[in-house]
């Protein structure tokens, strides 16, 4: 057995088991609005370290609106449990507004690429089918390697990171954290700043006319 063999066949089983412990439980993601703040992120990971919560994934990008910042991270754990994690992390000073979604939700996304030996990679037989099978797509290839990418969701990307495994090895792999938005038609923080927008209008209304 190769050695990028073994690796994947230790990778499989960890998932496997991995699985089997999160099954009765629910993947939620958390999407954390705040300004792109020094230490930020230490203050909400904290949150998860207190409750012994394992993050699967993070990523931070700018959000819809400008000088805002969205950190979306997912984990395994309880609805019950969930409510409490985002109650916190609500609380601290520096963010804004914090929800959490359940996959139906949300439409989400995450990037895999693959590392191939190109040798291998052109003669192997199923290399054009796997290709249009996964719908991936070939970044880089020169005499040395072959870099594939694949965008889908995470079952996706494992499902071809074992078949290329199987066959022909992997010398590199990395996956991205999940990126998501929700299904309704603005992002929900901009709601929030409306509601609170409106509240100062009043306010400054009423006093004018004392």
């Not at 929800?99 to 590392?115: G, M, T």
């Not at 192997?124 to 694949?150: F, G, H, Q, T, W």
């Not at 495994?165 to 590199?172: A, M, N, P, R």
């Amino acid at each position: 057995m190769t050695l990028s063999a073994l690796c994947a066949s230790v990778l499989n089983k960890y998932i496997n088991v991995k699985q089997h412990l999160m099954q009765e439980q629910t993947l939620y993601t958390v999407t954390v609005f705040s300004e792109n703040m020094v230490g930020i992120l230490s203050q909400i990971t904290s949150v998860f370290t207190r409750r012994r919560l394992n993050i699967e994934t993070l990523s931070v990008s700018p959000s819809a609106i400008e000088g805002i910042h969205k950190f979306t991270i997912t984990m395994f754990s309880d609805f019950e449990t969930m409510k409490k994690v985002v109650l916190q992390i609500d609380r601290r000073v520096d963010v804004l507004k914090a929800y959490f979604n359940v996959d139906e939700e949300l439409i989400f996304q995450e990037i895999a690429l693959y590392k191939l030996a190109t040798p291998l990679f052109l003669k192997m037989d199923s290399a054009e089918p796997l290709i249009r099978k996964y719908n991936a797509r070939i970044l880089e290839i020169n005499e040395n390697c072959v870099v594939l990418e694949k965008t889908g969701h995470y079952q996706e990307t494992q499902n071809l990171f074992k078949e290329l495994s199987e066959s022909i090895g992997v010398l590199q792999f990395t996956r991205s954290g999940r990126i998501a938005i929700t299904r309704s038609k603005v992002e929900r923080l901009s709601d929030m700043l409306k509601a609170i927008e409106e509240i100062a209008e009043q306010k400054n209304g009423k006093n004018r006319n004392i």
